[in-house]
């Protein structure tokens, strides 16, 4: 599809924000309402993980969310709840995460939210978590990827691949320690 058939939203350049207490309310607001409407589909646990659920971490102003579920057969019913909500799915070949099902949440043509549904025994469920926690313990790794993050945006404003891309080692690096125990 071509860039000027997409929606604002699919193609909005990545800028990082300073750090906003409202990030935290907002993601304890749409872990319950998100937990309400997927009840029904199994789903028990839904988190608030990515920047926006690190205390005092620049991030782009969009709250990532997680929720596991036990299957992926009822997407369609799942999707057809979701967009009473302004999400919109992203069908897996545009998304190209099989581990995954992905949503976007709109709000005046911006992205304000992004939900993984993941089946249980997931690895990347604990791996999330694993990632949020470590950096909301440690300073120094939260500084150094604040750094990072800012560095990607300015490098690749319109790139959102690449901007992910970017982040992968220093991910890796700090789910490394984590499971090592080791402080970096």
């Not at 967009?83 to 897996?92: F, L, M, N, S």
């Not at 949440?105 to 604990?126: F, I, S, T």
């Not at 150094?144 to 992968?168: I, T, W």
């Amino acid at each position: 599809m071509e860039k000027q058939n997409l929606p604002k939203w699919a193609v909005e350049s990545i800028e990082i924000a300073s750090p906003s207490p409202e990030w935290m309310d907002a993601g304890r607001t749409e872990v319950n309402e998100l937990s309400h409407r997927l009840i029904p589909f199994g789903v028990k646990e839904v988190e608030h993980i990515g920047s926006t659920s690190i205390r005092n971490l620049p991030g782009k102003p969009i709250l990532d969310l997680m929720a596991m579920i036990p299957t992926f057969d009822h997407l369609d019913e799942i999707a057809g709840k979701l967009a009473e909500d302004q999400w919109h799915y992203v069908p897996i070949e545009l998304d190209n995460r099989p581990w995954r099902r992905f949503f976007i949440k709109v709000e005046n043509d911006k992205r304000v939210a992004h939900l993984h549904l993941m089946l249980e025994g997931e690895p990347r469920w604990e791996q999330q978590r694993s990632f949020r926690d470590r950096l909301n313990r440690n300073p120094s790794l939260k500084e150094e990827y604040a750094e990072l993050k800012k560095h990607l945006a300015n490098q690749f404003p319109d790139d959102r691949e690449a901007y992910s891309k970017g982040k992968a080692d220093f991910i890796q690096r700090v789910l490394d320690s984590s499971e090592t125990g080791e402080s970096k």
